[in-house]
Antibody, heavy 121, light 107 residues
Framework: EVQLSQSGGGLVLPGGSLTLACAAS????????MTWVRQAPGKGLEWVST????????YSADSVKGRFTISRDNSKNTLYLQMNSLRADDAAVYYC??????????????WGQGTLVTVSS | EVVMTQSPATLSVSPGERVTLSCRAS??????LAWYQQKPGQAPRLLIH???TRATGIPARFSGSGSGTEFTLTISSLQSEDFAIYYC?????????FGGGTKAEIK
């Protein structure tokens, strides 16, 4: 059974940093593209960043480029999102999600439970 | 960026009704279109990928159609557990983009 277990959310000051983690099990993590998607309170889904499985290529939304870094540790089956220079509009529930393969297609067949990031002074 | 537009924003329906949700892309995304269902406090769940392929375990009352820029999700007979928000997502181009969602609520 596929499981994505998230950790690392919480309250952070504007301009602060936070790292999210997503521990995966039940599939071959190193061969799977992984993604972070966020959802601001009462809003829709927003793609944040993807780390592909085969060529270790990363893609990120313009809204987070230069501030957020997606990474993965295949030895630990864990995906990370390092978030720096956090702003109020980064506040959201962050989901990790897996795709069905290492590269295209980039839809999401399993999701983590979500972790809340609050940015406030 | 491919803009995904869903309509209507809200759908008031009675259990047992047939429901059609629309998703339009600002440029062609071929058949690289997925649909998700999200209930309050839960993560999204994949319903459809490739515009028309049901995901594993999804009931047959859910069907998807379309290609290019116009897509439809149909629920043939809405059940009580189907009241939720539905999102489409294109994965033909970077950045990946989602529609704003359609909320199916009880009439």
């Amino acid at each position: 059974e596929v499981q994505l277990s998230q950790s690392g959310g919480g309250l952070v000051l504007p301009g602060g940093s936070l790292t999210l983690a997503c521990a995966a099990s039940g599939f071959t993590f190193r061969n799977t593209a992984m993604t972070w998607v966020r959802q601001a309170p009462g809003k829709g889904l927003e793609w944040v960043s993807t780390f592909t499985g085969s060529f270790s290529t990363t893609y990120s939304a313009d809204s987070v480029k230069g501030r957020f870094t997606i990474s993965r540790d295949n030895s630990k089956n864990t995906l990370y999102l390092q978030m720096n220079s956090l702003r109020a509009d980064d506040a959201a529930v962050y989901y990790c999600a897996k795709s069905p393969s290492s590269d295209y297609p980039y839809y999401f067949d399993s999701w983590g439970q979500g972790t809340l990031v609050t940015v406030s002074s | 960026e491919v803009v995904m537009t869903q309509s209507p924003a809200t759908l008031s329906v009675s259990p047992g009704e047939r429901v059609t949700l629309s998703c339009r892309a600002s440029q062609s995304v071929s058949s690289s279109l997925a649909w998700y269902q999200q209930k309050p406090g839960q993560a999204p769940r994949l319903l459809i990928h490739g515009a028309s392929t049901r995901a594993t375990g999804i009931p047959a009352r859910f069907s998807g159609s379309g290609s290019g820029t116009e897509f439809t999700l149909t629920i043939s007979s809405l059940q009580s557990e189907d009241f939720a928000i539905y999102y489409c997502q294109q994965y033909n181009n970077w950045p990946l983009t989602f529609g704003g969602g359609t909320k199916a609520e009880i009439k």
